[in-house]
């Protein structure tokens, strides 16, 4: 396999940033790493390994980046409001920074980006996802939280309201969005067994919102032995993978 290590001084962050590169082709996929997690993490936890035959046969091309979730969410010290402006930050690492890296490493592409990750990574994948369905068409969000009060309690500003899916998608009704969204692919899955509670809860919130929005999605509740863990994620991903119709790569 393929693979490549690249970084650079974020202006965005004001930091150095990381990430790694799996394939030689295949739908750009951004892979946010779970709380407080490495671009290393995809593949130290097998997940490289259980999808490899889709990153050798050409269907995903993997960008698995840094978090700085230990910034801002899971920074308990800091005020959330403090926590809230460092992750806009990090919103414009990824659109302004990353997804243009993306494009020119994958020959200057000219069609939007996937998204997927676990845990803390499937809420990035789906609030990038929705946020910016200009870059993204296509979230795979194995086992999400949706709503940010786990780590900001009952505070609200316009920061952390426009980064909890929860809270903006009920009042959402601008067309140009809505019509995004119909074109997409929607993945959420979730397990109903150990440490997935408040996950599941989430997931069936988010699925009733789109539901009623007419928003086609596939929301996957897995069984009551599939806990909040690796081995899942592992048969997760290649499973939906599997099912997911791409367009045949085009550079």
Not at 35 to 47: C, P
Request: with cysteine; glycine share 6%; hydrophobic share 40%.
């Amino acid at each position: 396999m393929i693979t490549a290590y690249h970084h650079w001084y974020s202006d965005s962050l004001g930091q150095e940033m990381s990430l790694k590169v799996y394939g030689y082709f295949g739908k750009p996929t951004i892979v946010f790493p779970a709380q407080a997690g490495r671009f290393y993490d995809f593949e130290n936890f097998g997940m490289v390994e259980a999808i490899s035959s889709h990153i050798e046969n050409g269907k995903v091309k993997l960008f698995c980046v840094d978090s700085v979730d230990a910034q801002s969410w899971a920074n308990w010290g800091a005020h959330p409001a403090d926590r809230a402006r460092r992750h806009q930050d990090y919103d414009r690492y990824i659109i302004q920074e990353v997804a243009p890296f993306i494009r020119h490493h994958c020959g200057d592409y000219q069609y939007k980006l996937m998204v997927t990750g676990a845990s803390m990574g499937a809420y990035h994948a789906a609030n990038f996802f929705f946020r910016h369905p200009d870059v993204f068409d296509t979230t795979i969000a194995l086992s999400g939280l949706y709503s940010l009060n786990m780590f900001v309690g009952d505070y609200m500003d316009d920061n952390v309201y426009y980064n909890s899916p929860l809270s903006y998608l009920p009042d959402l009704e601008d067309p140009w969005y809505l019509e995004q969204y119909l074109k997409s692919n929607i993945i959420i899955c979730c397990g109903q067994g150990a440490w997935e509670d408040e996950m599941l809860a989430d997931s069936r919130a988010l699925k009733l919102i789109l539901d009623a929005k007419d928003i086609p999605n596939w929301v996957d509740f897995w069984g009551f032995d599939v806990n909040h863990d690796w081995p899942w994620w592992q048969k997760m991903l290649p499973y939906f993978l599997d099912h997911l119709s791409l367009p045949p790569y085009k550079a």
